[in-house]
């Protein structure tokens, strides 16, 4: 079959008849700045829908099975286009989403909770602050009625290394009564030694109170023996028997009371002390109860 050369008239039909095939420019990263980039020119017949801007253009022509190239991991942007990130880029990228699942704090369970702590024990210490500010205005009240002087006496005799001076020989007892003027807590009661005493110096006898609870809005009384033998006075004998002689011997009873109320168990406790200190006088010759007035103990 002869084969006649086409004309310019032919090529120009040929030309509008046909579809305009779209050409266009892939650029390649390159690593040297100092060296062109190439550019080759690839064409491509595509329908309008599958044009090279559109932004499933890779994922298109990869899932028809059609030519081409499909985009594995990340993308990095570069040069204008978006390209295929390499391995070191992801492990900078894994190293970020590392820290960040590390850093990103504690979760809204654990807050909760926390709060939840937090709460309670504001409103734990709240609570105990207020039952130990109201235990604060409860001490307890102490009264002594009087002394009730069973035997008193002195004389000449020695004492126990032999020396001789004058001795006293001395029994009597004391009722002590408290009383719990709290409505909400129990008290333990107990106290330091109790001392009778004469001219600041000489102790004459010495008695402890047994401990002891008392319940909230109650009384208790408490006996106490003070038993003084063969107590030597020394130089005191004198005017001790000088001042018998006159209306009455000089004592004081001095002593303190404790008190202890726990609160919210070993946790709170609230303590009160009670410093008392009585002065009264005594005489071998009336031998009786001695009767205490709101002067004669002084706290």
Known sequence: MKMY??????????DLSSPKLPSYYVQSPSRDSDKSSSV????????????PSHPSFASRVSNNGGGGFRWKGRRKYHGGRWWPADKEDDADDGRYEDLYEDNRGVSIVTCRLILGVVATLSIFFLLCSVLFGVSQ?????VYIKGVNVQSFYYGEGSDSTGVPTKIMNLKCSVDITTHNPSTLFGIHVSSTAINLIYSRQFTLAIAQLKSYYQPKLSNHTSKINLVGSKVPLYGAGAELVASDHNGGVPVKLEFEIRSRANIVGNLVKSRHRKHLSCFFFISS???TFVKFTHKTCNS
């Open 137 to 141: 205005s409860f001490p307890p009240i």
């Open 40 to 51: 080759a020119l690839t064409t491509h017949q595509t329908t309008p829908t599958e044009s």
């Open 285 to 287: 010759y009336n031998t």
């Open 5 to 14: 050369p086409k004309s310019d008239s032919d090529i120009t039909s040929l």
